[in-house]
T-cell receptor, first 119, second 115 residues
Framework: AQKITQTQPGMFVQEKEAVTLDCTYD???????LFWYKQPSSGEMIFLIY??????QNATEGRYSLNFQKARKSANLVISASQLGDSAMYFC????????????????FGQGTILTVHP | GAVVSQHPSWVICKSGTSVKIECRSL??????MFWYRQFPKQSLMLMAT?????????EQGVEKDKFLINHASLTLSTLTVTSAHPEDSSFYIC???????????FGDGTRLSIL
């Protein structure tokens, strides 16, 4: 089974509107972390936001917020007030903490969502 | 500014050549570095986990004799694609984590084209 699922291959949003990018995950590990990264066409991976499995509150970073619904195993990214520069591929990723040892920190990525912001 | 530097940014070379890609953490010690491969419009696939001073841990299906990883210091890991062939053409990207810290910081990636 997929550990991280992003069901939206592509999303379109009007500039200044909000958009939600979906991410669901599957783990039996009680301790894990969820990440969102942005990858522009140039290729670099830009860290956006992090949510720990024990965090009580949803993470926020500027225009980015993470809608964490633990029981549903979802960690959707909300981008408010979209900008043209937000057009990129977005990846959801999970780190499972029980592995430990030499594999600590290993991330599993979703398939990605291409976001296009229209003027 | 960038905290992980990856070099070179792109490489074009002939089939049969070996290519070395460097990944450096610039202002922190990285006990663990990761190497990923990415095909166009696809996700990042983890190739191996590189720990300083020990052998790399390769993911299933990744040929360790083909993709040699060396993590000789706390700030440098290298990936060598040996006897590269056109099917090895891809985007390779590394990442590093600070000791006890998150998140993973990524290099800018290397576009490898084998002719």
């Amino acid at each position: 089974a997929q550990k991280i699922t992003q069901t939206q291959p592509g999303m379109f949003v009007q500039e200044k509107e909000a958009v939600t990018l979906d991410c669901t995950y599957d783990t039996s590990d009680p301790s894990y972390g969820l990440f969102w990264y942005k990858q522009p066409s140039s290729g670099e991976m830009i860290f956006l936001i992090y949510q720990g499995s024990y965090d009580q509150q949803n993470a926020t970073e500027g225009r980015y917020s993470l809608n964490f619904q633990k029981a549903r195993k979802s960690a959707n990214l909300v981008i408010s007030a979209s900008q043209l520069g937000d057009s990129a591929m977005y990846f959801c990723a999970m780190r499972e903490d029980s592995g430990g040892g030499t594999s600590y920190g290993k991330l599993t990525f979703g398939q990605g969502t291409i976001l296009t912001v229209h003027p | 500014g960038a905290v992980v530097s990856q070099h070179p940014s792109w490489v074009i070379c002939k089939s049969g050549t070996s290519v070395k890609i460097e990944c450096r953490s610039l202002d922190f010690q990285a006990t663990t570095m990761f190497w990923y491969r990415q095909f166009p419009k696809q996700s990042l696939m983890l190739m191996a986990t590189s720990n300083e001073g020990s052998k790399a841990t390769y993911e299933q299906g990744v040929e360790k004799d083909k993709f040699l990883i060396n993590h000789a210091s706390l700030t440098l890991s290298t990936l060598t694609v040996t006897s590269a062939h056109p099917e090895d053409s891809s985007f390779y990207i590394c990442s590093a984590i600070r000791q006890g810290g998150q998140p993973q910081h990524f290099g800018d990636g290397t576009r490898l084209s084998i002719l």
